[in-house]
C-alpha cells in the first residue's frame, strides 16, 4: 500500500500541472455557461408564455414516427428510434416531464452522450498518454526499475494512478455541473422519475438519483478501460511519447469515427469497444446498435484485459536499457 501511495503520490507530482490545466479550462467553460444561461433567463421576453411540455413532445413524437417508418430494420439508427419512440410515448402516458429541472438532471446530462464518449477519454488521453513514454524517454524509467517491488506491480501502480486520476477528476466535473444546476434551477431533483428502456427495450420508470448512480457506477469501467488502452500504448510505442499519445487517441477518438461509416455494411464492425463507452445510453434509447448492455459491459471488460495483458508483457520484455 506505501508503495502504491507513493507512485501516486509521484504521478500526482507531474501530472498536477496538466490536470490543473483541464481544471481551469473547464471552469472557464463553467462560468461562460452560467453567464449565457443568466443572460438567456433575464432577456427572454416575459409576455410569450411558456410552451406546454406535452405539445411539444407530442410534435417531436410525430417527426419521429414519420422518420422511423422510414428505416430498413438493419439500419444503425433503427433501435435508437425505436427506444426514443418508446420513452417519450411512455412520458406521455406517464406525465412525466422529459426535460425536468434540477442539479441532479443536470449532472445526468453530463455523464452521458459527448462528455463520457469523448471529452473524458481525451482527458485521460493528455493525463497518461506518456505515463510510460515519458519515463522512457527522460531516462527516469530505468531508476524506477531499481525498485525491489518488480515490473508487474509498477505497472498495475501506473494503471490504478492513472485510473483514480481520471475518475477523479471526472467526478470533480461532475460536482461543478451539480452546482451550477443547482445555482440555474433552485432544486436538486433527486427524485424526480425518468423513462429508461430495460434489457428487452420496453420503458419502465427510475429515480433520478437512481440514474446518477447507476451512470457512475457504468463510467467506472468506461474509464478504467481507456486507461488500460493509453497505458498500453504508452509502453507499446515508449521510445517516443509523441507516437503512444497519437496511438492512443486515433484507437480512442478517430478509428470509430471512420469505422461508423461501415457500420450497415458491415455490422461487425460495431463490436469495436470505443462504440460501446457510452453504456447509459443502453438506458437512455441513444444506443445505436443491436448490442445489449452486458455485451457491451463484455467488449469493455475484455479490451481491459487484453490491453493490460499485451501491458504485462511488454513491461517484462522490453528492454529499457
Request: charge should be neutral.
Amino acid at each position: 500500500m506505501g508503495y502504491l501511495y507513493g507512485v501516486l503520490a509521484n504521478e500526482w507530482i507531474k501530472k498536477k500541472n496538466r490536470i490543473f490545466w483541464i481544471l481551469g479550462i473547464y471552469a472557464l467553460f463553467a462560468i461562460a455557461l452560467m453567464v449565457v444561461e443568466w443572460f438567456s433567463a433575464n432577456t427572454a421576453p416575459t409576455s410569450v408564455s411558456a410552451v406546454d411540455w406535452h405539445s411539444e413532445l407530442e410534435m417531436k413524437l410525430s417527426q419521429l414516427k414519420q422518420y422511423f417508418q422510414t428505416l430498413q430494420t438493419d439500419d444503425p439508427t433503427y433501435r435508437q428510434a425505436s427506444g426514443q419512440i418508446s420513452i417519450m410515448q411512455h412520458q406521455l402516458e406517464m406525465n412525466i416531464q422529459p426535460e425536468p429541472k434540477g442539479a441532479i438532471h443536470w449532472l445526468n446530462a453530463d455523464i452521458s452522450g459527448v462528455a463520457i464518449k469523448y471529452i473524458i477519454p481525451l482527458v485521460i488521453i493528455v493525463i497518461g498518454g506518456d505515463m510510460f513514454s515519458g519515463e522512457t524517454s527522460s531516462g527516469t524509467m530505468k531508476l524506477l526499475l531499481l525498485s525491489p517491488m518488480g515490473r508487474a506491480k509498477l505497472f498495475w501502480t501506473k494503471l490504478i494512478s492513472l485510473f483514480v486520476m481520471s475518475a477523479g477528476l471526472m467526478l470533480f466535473m461532475n460536482v461543478v455541473t451539480f452546482f451550477i444546476g443547482f445555482l440555474r434551477d433552485g432544486a436538486f431533483g433527486f427524485l424526480d422519475p425518468y423513462v429508461v428502456l430495460d434489457a428487452s427495450a420496453a420503458p419502465f420508470i427510475m429515480e433520478s438519483w437512481e440514474f446518477t448512480i447507476m451512470g457512475l457506477f457504468l463510467n467506472m469501467l468506461t474509464i478504467f478501460t481507456v486507461a488500460t488502452v493509453v497505458l498500453f500504448f504508452s509502453l507499446l510505442l515508449s521510445i517516443n511519447p509523441s507516437f503512444s499519445v497519437l496511438a492512443s487517441f486515433i484507437f480512442v477518438m478517430i478509428i470509430d469515427s471512420i469505422l461508423s461509416i461501415m457500420v450497415k455494411s458491415y455490422p461487425i464492425v460495431h463490436y469495436y469497444p470505443m462504440f460501446h463507452l457510452d453504456m447509459l445510453s443502453h438506458f437512455t434509447g441513444n444506443f445505436a446498435g443491436e448490442a445489449s448492455l452486458t455485451t457491451s459491459a463484455l467488449l469493455l471488460l475484455a479490451t481491459s484485459l487484453i490491453c493490460a495483458a499485451g501491458g504485462l508483457w511488454r513491461m517484462k520484455s522490453k528492454d529499457f536499457a
